[in-house]
């Protein structure tokens, strides 16, 4: 079984910055990707970042430019770098991930989630 559990939301302003942190625990091999989602009450969860271990990211147009994702193997570690922050960013940030161990194969996981909260 693999944890991961976010951190670094919180509250900022219009155009600021957050970065989000994704740290990974348990049996680990190897990452396949990680994603980043995000939910706002009465609303599905949406995607907003992609990166696979082959260096190719992917996003959601409504933050492309604006936020970055990245994964450090070495910390089992996905961050996600969130910049000009607006308020429909706000909502519930949860990391997705792909991760290889020998007994289980490849499995996708979720994290608890981290609350931004973006004010005008």
């Not at 009465?42 to 959601?60: D, L, P, Q, S, W």
Request: net charge neutral; proline share 2%.
């Amino acid at each position: 079984q693999v944890q991961l559990v976010e951190s670094g939301g919180g509250l900022a302003q219009a155009g600021g910055s957050l970065r989000l942190s994704c740290v990974a625990s348990g049996n680990i091999f190897k990452w396949n990707l990680a994603e980043w989602y995000r939910q706002v009450p009465g609303k599905e969860r949406e995607f907003v970042a992609r990166v696979e271990t082959i260096g190719r990211t992917n996003y959601t147009d409504s933050v492309r430019g604006r936020f970055t994702i990245s994964l450090d193997s070495a910390k089992n570690t996905v961050y996600l770098q969130m910049n000009d922050l607006n308020p429909e960013d706000t909502g519930v940030y949860y990391c997705h991930a792909n991760i290889y161990y020998f007994s289980t194969g490849s499995v996708y996981y979720w994290g608890q989630g981290t609350q931004v909260t973006v004010s005008s």
